[in-house]
């Protein structure tokens, strides 16, 4: 194949140096290292029985054919009922369209609403393929700077002073990859009101919304029918491979969104669909609770450590599983420095240089989702690094 024959929006989709890290990590292991993994964001925890027995039951039961493209009506109607228990709103299951994962929900609701020259605001730090999402449609990221005065979020100030004729929306997260941050309920308000006076477009990516630790549950979707929330069972319910996710649209939203998923996906894992409806249920719940009560224990643990270690953490995460943490008083370079800690002491951690340019060179990101043995030994580690 010629390669001049390549689409010319490939140059504007970066490498993935989170997987890049990890690629030298396993390569490492085979040569016989032992490597404690925090670079990656996957939880240690996988799919609790019920939910695997839901899966083995549905092949049984040889339920593997294609599903609507909006997904299961069961499925559907459980998560309308999760945000009814969890958030007390009402959602019709008629908005909820599920999908292969929250990325593949992220790119209907791209092919929705970008078009070619139109921009999408962002913060600067925010995880990666978000931007590429909209680059795909040949639209661009405006990624704002954004910093720990405004808790690694857009700011309703930054979001009125950067739109511009070109700007057709604006794509947040909270809680945040890399940040482990939230938008306070306050601040999202205001920048929902600014969007709507602008006939824009409001999507909150909230797939580690279920890991949030030191407030009440809160969606986007308490302020008003516009808003599209993106959801994913890869985080809170443990089920990262199963590639399963959704979107919440407005009503009218949706005969558009499934028009593209016939298309793109024709459904999202049928099999994975059953298993998910099992998430639900109150012992499924309990085990996702327990689970969610001891990252935050790691988070306790996790946060003072670094800072005993020469780490600044400026704003402590409220959710997720990540803690981004300033090393310029360690590094002036921190993707050199992830390199040198994963090659001389085995610790898998990576650098803000995919998040965006504002913190690339002084933060880097550890995610606890991994034991607390594996942490305190990775504390360890990191004080021999150091010097402590």
Not at 124 to 141: I, K, L, M, Q, T
């Amino acid at each position: 194949m010629n390669l001049s024959n390549l689409a010319s929006r490939l140059d504007n989709i970066a490498p993935f140096h989170v997987m890049e890290l990890a690629k030298m990590a396993v390569a490492l292991e085979h040569q016989g290292r032992d490597i404690i993994h925090m670079g990656i964001g996957e939880p240690d925890f996988t799919a609790p029985p019920m939910v695997v027995e839901a899966a083995t039951a549905a092949m049984q039961a040889g339920k593997m054919q294609y599903t609507s493209a909006t997904g299961l009506p069961a499925l559907r109607e459980a998560i309308s009922k999760h945000y009814a228990q969890v958030y007390g709103l009402d959602i019709a299951p008629s908005r909820i369209v599920v999908t292969a994962g929250a990325s593949a929900a992220l790119l209907l609701a791209c092919a929705a609403l970008v078009e070619k020259g139109t921009e999408v605001l962002m913060p600067d730090p925010s995880y990666p393929c978000n931007r590429h999402f909209v680059a795909a449609f040949e639209g661009s990221a405006k990624m704002i700077p954004s910093g720990p005065a405004e808790r690694f979020q857009l700011s309703d100030a930054a979001v009125q002073s950067h739109w511009s004729e070109a700007t057709r929306g604006v794509l947040l997260a909270s809680p945040s990859n890399p940040t482990g941050t939230s938008i306070l309920a306050s601040e999202l308000a205001k920048i929902v009101a600014t969007v709507r006076s602008h006939n824009g477009f409001t999507i909150v990516d909230e797939i580690y919304q279920g890991l949030t630790y030191d407030a009440a549950p809160f969606s986007a979707l308490s302020l008003g029918d516009d808003i599209i929330v993106i959801n994913s069972f890869s985080k809170y319910f443990n089920m990262t491979g199963w590639r399963l996710g959704w979107l919440v649209l407005p009503e009218t939203l949706v005969p558009h969104i499934e028009k593209l998923a016939q298309n793109l996906f024709i459904c999202a894992s049928s099999i994975a669909q059953h298993a998910a409806i099992a998430c639900f249920e109150p012992a499924s719940i309990a085990i996702y609770e327990a689970r969610k009560a001891e990252f935050k224990e790691r988070r306790n643990y996790l946060v003072p450590a670094l800072i005993a270690l020469g780490f600044k953490v400026p704003v402590t995460p409220d959710g997720a599983f990540y803690v981004y943490a300033d090393c310029s008083d360690l590094s002036d370079d921190a993707d050199q420095l992830t390199k040198e800690i994963l090659n001389e002491v085995g610790v898998g951690v990576v650098s803000g240089l995919d998040f965006g340019p504002f913190t690339a060179s002084n933060y880097i990101r550890l995610s606890y989702a991994t034991s607390m043995d594996n942490l305190r030994e990775a504390v360890r580690r990191l004080a021999v690094f150091f010097g402590k």
